[in-house]
């Protein structure tokens, strides 16, 4: 009877294992373990705490403006470079190929983490639980954490750690494309929030990982030889 008690743990276990050895590049299976420990499971549909957080949402849709609404959903497609907006257009996938690796390894890392944590956690989108909730972007797969939130927070990490000067402005493009989906109605804010706090552990995971701190440096050296860097 106790082996049966721990079967679905171990379960998990192995399976979170297997996942961050298949598609995580620089992250273990301990990393994946234990930044997805960092969470708490999300309020449970009905509760207060749930109840709250859609009528924040409902407020934030109420005052949302054809302005926010395009920046949504310029966020949505979201990649290291859409940090150009505090680094400039220098900034690109076309000139830098190394740094578009790397972000692209940075990209791949959070989507490991969270694609885990989603299906631990299954949560519903917002929308899906109260009909009043107009998304005004298309969003499906479950809710908890925000992928964007992460790897937006991830990005910015790893980005202010490349361009200290600009750590300021890289943050918070980072948070803004988080809370972005709470403005476009995809998200609760503490999926936003749980984002965030994995986001910053994976870029921390990253950078004292001395692999990754090898492409990073490569791709610095890229970054500075660029003849449009810093213009």
Known sequence: MRAKRFLPVLICVLAVGAFARADAKFLNSDDVNATIALLTPPAADGSPEQQAEIQKLLDIQGARTPADEARAKTHANLSGFSYSEVLGAWFNKEDLPVTAKLMADVGAEAKAVVSVAKKQFHRDRPFVTDKRLHPSIPETGFSYPSGHATAGAAYAAVLAAMFPEHKDELLALGKQIGEDREVAGVHYPSD??????????????????????????????EVHADAHAGK
């Open 192 to 221: 936003v929030a749980a984002g965030q706090k994995i986001g910053a552990e994976i870029a921390k995971r990253l950078l004292a990982t001395p692999d990754f701190h090898a492409e990073m440096e490569k791709a610095l050296e």
